[in-house]
């Protein structure tokens, strides 16, 4: 194991391999996790994302690799770094004859770092937290998927943490439920804990996250701030116009390839048309070549790759999966 793993990072792998006979799930992946990032972990099914959180956690042994989490060692520091790290993972798992308060006053009770003294209080505020207050006494067999998934999260944070490890947190919510975790997740990082994300919804990574890593058949094919992963992908310039087939010509002589834009409605009512491949041109530039063309523009921007876009190039894959 180095000794030159940074300390800004709350999860590190090096070389992180997991093999299932000779079949590798997780292929020599280097993790780097900021402290007090949102770390959305995208790819898709059979990726390898949910056998990586399993090893990060000690509930799978890695076949070769380091690994750091909260700067110590594991799996050799499990006992002394768990604490520390809340998680729902494949979904939670509850009595169903209990009520939501007594599957979390169970769960703290066996928890040995947890005070005895103030658990109701902590249990009370964490159902609070995650807007299950009101079904507190209910009883879990009927909670509704999203009240389950909203009573897993009341159990990762029962206690301060300083790393959480979320897998489909948003799974089963109503869009309501999905903006109040987007929220929560914002407000836990802003007090300085790391939140790391498994999921396949594109839009809530992108509303939610501050760096991601994108896993593709084991391995990790990039990982980095979302707005510098989403920069590295191809811009694109769009031009609203009634003169199509003319705009298409100059962009082609600009050495841009054109192409109908996703949705051809616009404000001007006009056709909207897409011109990729930039290479450094000034968008002015572009503009002058087009009016000098004799193009009519009514609308004209220049966008980077979406996240989705660049998903769909670095895994070759969609992303209406789970993994």
């Known amino acids: 194991m180095s000794d030159s793993f940074p300390t800004d990072l709350a999860i590190e792998t090096h070389g992180l391999v997991k093999r299932y006979g000779h079949r590798p799930a997780v292929d020599g992946i280097d ?8 770390f959305g972990f ?8 949910t056998t990586t959180i399993r090893v990060l956690l000690g509930l799978a042994s890695a076949s070769s690799g380091d690994i750091r989490v909260l700067g110590q060692e594991m799996p050799q520091s499990l006992a002394t770094v768990l604490p520390d790290v809340g998680a729902l993972v494949e979904g939670p798992g509850f009595y169903p004859f209990l009520s939501g308060t007594g599957n979390l006053m169970r769960l703290d009770t066996a928890d040995r770092h947890a005070a005895s003294s103030t658990r109701r209080q902590r249990v009370h505020e964490a159902l609070e937290r995650v ?8 009883k879990v067999r009927a909670y509704s998927l999203g009240m389950k998934q909203r009573l897993g999260l009341a159990n990762a944070m029962l206690r301060p943490r300083k790393l959480l490890v979320l897998d489909e947190p948003t799974n089963g919510l109503d869009p309501q439920g999905t ?4 929220s929560l997740v914002r407000a836990l990082a802003a007090g300085g804990t790391t939140v790391f994300v498994s999921s396949h919804l594109l839009a809530e990574v992108e509303q939610m996250c501050t760096h991601v890593g994108v896993m593709s058949a084991g391995r990790l094919v990039a990982q980095g701030p979302l707005e510098e992963l989403r920069s590295a992908g191809e811009a694109h310039v769009v031009v609203h116009t009634p003169d199509v087939e003319r705009a298409a010509g100059v962009l082609a002589r600009l050495g841009l390839v054109p192409g109908e834009a996703p949705g ?7 056709t909207a048309l897409l011109g990729t491949g930039l ?17 009519r523009v009514r609308g004209f921007a220049v966008e980077n790759a979406s996240l989705e876009e660049r998903f769909v190039s670095l895994t070759g894959e969609g992303f209406d999966v789970v993994g």
């Open 31 to 38: 993790l780097a996790v900021p402290r007090g990032s949102v």
């Open 42 to 49: 995208l790819g898709p099914n059979g990726s390898g994302k």
């Open 131 to 138: 807007g299950l207050g009101h079904a507190a006494g209910k």
């Open 179 to 182: 903006r109040e975790v987007r």
């Open 264 to 270: 051809t409605g616009s404000p001007w009512g006009k």
């Open 279 to 295: 290479n450094g041109m000034e968008p002015d530039m572009i503009v002058a070549a087009l009016v000098a063309g004799g193009v």
